[in-house]
């Protein structure tokens, strides 16, 4: 629960298919916030989306940690399409 001095941003991030939402939940989902950064980030999978929620006291910190994760969105979907799509759609946990 947040309380009203509490900034949230919820973003919702669409994959062609479940698989490569998967891929990129297993990615993104390493990288903790920092401590110093003052937010917190919670990653979960909905069929074939991510969805993110980053909560801060401040505008600044939250806004830092958003970009740091856009950043990494990116670099992962870039590998996504370099390699082309998944050829199983099964996912096997390790």
Do not use: W
């Amino acid at each position: 629960m947040t309380d009203s001095s509490t900034i949230v941003v919820s973003l919702k991030i669409p994959f062609p298919s479940r698989r490569e939402a998967e891929i990129a939940f297993e990615v993104l989902r390493i990288d903790n916030e920092p401590k110093r950064s003052f937010i917190e980030k919670s990653l979960k999978l909905q069929d074939n989306q991510l969805l993110v929620e980053f909560n801060g006291q401040q505008a600044k910190n939250v806004r830092v940690g958003v970009t740091s994760f856009f950043e990494s969105l990116l670099l992962c979907c870039e590998t996504l399409d370099q390699f082309g799509p998944p050829t199983s759609e099964k996912y096997e946990h390790y």
